[in-house]
């Protein structure tokens, strides 16, 4: 293929949802702020306000409204189709919601090349109306031929965009998760002002989990194997908002536990309160590669966490943590009350921890690997980088 001259950066436009503030906004966020300007020029098309738009805005990084909540909306991906035509990026990067618009749009666009990242692809699906599942099936099925690229954060996904979307192996990268590893310190001293402000006795040892309180985290499977422990020292926290809030806080009185269970909703200071705890735990059913539990390990704080793909990649059972089978109530009880007994375990667990996300999961090691894959691929189109 004869190759041409790219002339100044690589313009690369962003299509996420920005629902919430969750994992994926949180990589594009990370990539707008590790690329180097001189290579590259951003910018993000996503739902408007949030905590997303204004960390972009203070990156002086260009935001373009696009209202995602509706996978139907035509005149979004018109919309889009006109803003790349005048932004002539070389790369639309889209995920979740953003998905279906982002690669409509470039192709009526013209745009040389498509990159998707697919967090699960066992969840893409999940609304309750069977013939909205099935037109949503049809978009993203329809759509997958247009993508030059697909970025996947576990192993698990590998095999399944390629076995049920018949994918071709050499268009789906392995790229995990990243985090700022200098936020997260072994030694953080906010943990005791946490433990004041939830509430927490000093002598006190604390559980802990984060996410958003839906089904899929499991901690409904939490609260049970917390209860099941029956130990009036140990204590719970549950840090995060969603629709299981009020469950959760019934369950807890169910299981007369609601007064060492604490529910916060929220919590913007993930560092302090990882800190705080002795021992952090992850229920979930599905995970794509939870950033939190990448935090935690960072922290060096012991983990006992579900045998799910995206957790199974990262922790070997009995070096960096804990593994248990999913909905395995009482294996998960019994692993947390493994590493509260055994203390010098449980440290080596997290040191253990630690030393793994300082080799292989750092932020800047997840931006090299997306950069290189971005300037292989316009190569492969035959623009010169």
Not at 207 to 219: E, I
Request: net charge positive.
């Amino acid at each position: 293929m004869h190759k041409e001259a790219k002339e100044g950066p690589t313009r690369i436009v962003y299509v996420v949802d920005n629902i919430s503030f969750r994992g994926g906004e949180r990589t594009f966020l990370q990539l707008a702020m590790g690329l180097p300007r001189s290579r590259y020029e951003l910018a993000v098309a996503c739902s408007p306000g949030g905590v997303l738009v204004e960390r972009l805005q203070d990156l002086g990084v260009p935001v373009i409204a696009a209202e995602m909540r509706k996978r139907r909306r035509l005149d979004t991906v018109l919309g889009l189709a006109r803003e790349f035509k005048r932004r002539r990026p070389h790369i639309v990067h889209t995920q979740g919601r953003g998905d279906p618009f982002g690669r409509l749009a470039a192709w009526l666009a013209g745009v040389p090349a498509v990159v998707s990242t697919t967090a699960m692809i066992s969840t893409r699906y999940e609304v309750e109306e069977r013939w909205r599942r099935a037109l949503y099936r049809a978009i993203d099925f329809t759509t997958d031929r247009l993508v030059d690229r697909y970025i996947v954060v576990n192993r698990a996904s590998v095999d399944a965009l390629t076995a049920r979307h018949g994918v071709p192996r050499s268009r789906v990268v392995v790229i995990p998760n990243g985090i700022e590893l200098d936020r997260y310190d072994p030694v953080d001293t906010r943990g005791g002002a946490w433990r004041e402000r939830l509430g927490v006795p000093a002598d006190a040892i604390l559980l802990g989990g984060v996410g958003r309180l839906t089904a899929q985290k499991g901690f409904d499977d939490l609260i049970r194997a917390f209860a099941a422990i029956a130990r009036p020292d140990v204590w719970l926290v549950i840090a995060g908002d969603g629709p299981d809030w009020e469950e959760l806080r019934e369950m807890a009185r169910m299981f007369d536990v609601s007064g060492r269970v604490l529910l916060p909703g929220f919590v913007e200071d993930v560092p302090g309160l990882l800190a705080a705890l002795d021992l952090f735990v992850l229920s979930s059913r599905q995970e794509g590669h939870p950033m939190v539990m990448l935090e935690a390990m960072a922290t060096a704080v012991p983990v006992a966490a579900t045998d799910i793909p995206g957790v199974a990649d990262t922790i070997t059972d009995g070096v960096e943590g804990r593994l248990v089978p999913s909905g395995d109530v009482a294996a998960l009880a019994n692993a947390i009350v493994t590493l509260i007994d055994d203390p010098v375990m449980a440290a080596r667990l997290g040191r253990n921890a630690r030393k793994k996300i300082e080799r292989d999961y750092t932020v800047e090691r997840m931006v090299r690997r997306t950069a290189v894959l971005y300037d292989g691929l316009l190569a492969e189109k035959g623009l010169t980088v």
